[in-house]
């Protein structure tokens, strides 16, 4: 029953991940990067505390009493999350909903997987998987096999995006995706993909305030919500940057008070999205706290991710035009993907 709650968990949280940017997609008059540090206000800054202070009362005081390596680690991995959160937002605007969170969420399940396990073959942590033990052991190379698997689903779904990028006239194209652009958005996306990892890293950085949370009798369920709120300065930081860069380089500033778009929509709609992000976390950390295993959750939680930003990219019509031997590649990447995510988190249940 706990692990069919953690599955029920984690559903809910990658329909919100897959869902997010909707919302973006009706705010008009706007730059990206105006409506994209709007959201990001809430997802970072706004809910996170609001969320840690409904469910873990107290939480800023286990913030103040955890010790200086523990935060700066925790936000060192939030702001290199961030830098792939960020560019997770430019590569769903350049490849679409589909082939973007395809390729994205990938790469950033396979780096998920393997990673931690590399830098605990060199930095020796108790009761940490090492990359040796992923070799020796029959579970450790089930997840090996899954990752390379996943590196073959990511191969087709750019196969797709390349079939796409032949079939489909410049306007069609536009249709699809406004910005469609296979190159910049397969760098982006790999790159993104790649950072992207670096929050389940913060997460086991910041292990010991979720900890903290449970011993002074708080909801386990819950816990991971400590964390998320220094994790998430990290990602605001670098976000914030980015983006007032963007606004200051094109001028952009005056989106915030420009009276000739829909202000009250504009900023109804970014925090929508900002919201919805964080709710995927908020309903992670549930998931996790019930299957007691942070690499098949992460696994997990990409998979849903995947399955319902394709629901979405179905629905946008994003594939629409193109030939049926293009929809089946990117179905068959789709699905190799999720055999993948299915198959590195078996291996690691099998631990």
């Given at each position: ?66 010790p200086f390596e523990t935060i700066k ?101 536009q249709k699809s995706v406004s910005e ?172």
């Amino acid at each position: 029953m706990e692990a069919l709650l953690g599955i029920i968990f984690h559903f809910i949280g990658g329909t919100a991940a897959g869902s997010f940017y909707m919302p973006f997609k009706k705010v008009k008059g706007w730059h990206w990067e105006s409506y994209w540090i709007i959201g990001g206000l809430f997802s970072w800054l706004i809910v996170p505390p609001i969320a840690a202070w409904l469910t873990v009362p107290g939480f800023s005081e286990i913030i103040r009493a955890t010790p200086f390596e523990t935060i700066k680690y925790t936000v060192m991995f939030g702001v290199l999350w961030g830098i792939g959160g960020l560019t997770y937002g430019l590569g769903i605007r350049y490849l679409g909903m589909s082939l973007g969170n395809s390729v994205i969420l990938g790469f950033c399940s396979a780096f998920g997987a393997l990673v931690p396990s590399i830098y605990y073959n060199y930095v020796s942590t108790p009761g940490k998987t090492t990359f040796n033990d992923l070799l020796t052991t029959s579970w450790g190379r089930v997840v090996l096999a899954g990752v390379i698997i996943c590196l073959l689903g990511i191969y087709i779904c750019g196969r797709a995006g390349m079939l796409k990028e032949k079939e489909l006239s410049a306007e069609e194209k536009q249709k699809s995706v406004s910005e469609f652009s296979l190159v910049k958005g397969l760098i982006v996306a790999v790159f993104s993909g790649i950072m992207s990892a670096c929050f389940n890293f913060g997460i086991e950085a910041g292990k010991p305030m979720a900890e903290a949370a449970v011993a002074q009798g708080m909801n386990p369920l819950f816990q991971n919500n400590v964390t998320f709120v220094v994790l998430l300065w990290g990602g605001l930081a670098t976000n914030f940057i980015w983006c007032m860069i963007l606004n200051i380089r094109n001028k952009t500033f005056k989106d915030y008070t420009n009276k000739k778009t829909s202000l009250s929509k504009n900023y109804l709609f970014s925090a929508m999205a900002g919201t919805i992000w964080f709710l995927q976390f908020f309903f992670y950390g549930m998931g996790e706290s019930k299957l007691g295993n942070g690499a098949s959750s992460w696994i997990l939680h990409m998979a849903f991710i995947i399955l319902v930003a394709n629901m979405w990219g179905i629905v946008l019509k994003e594939w629409k035009g193109v030939s049926k031997k293009t929809k089946t590649t990117i179905t068959l990447g789709i699905i190799t993907i999720i055999l993948s995510v299915i198959l590195v988190g078996y291996g690691n249940s099998l631990k």
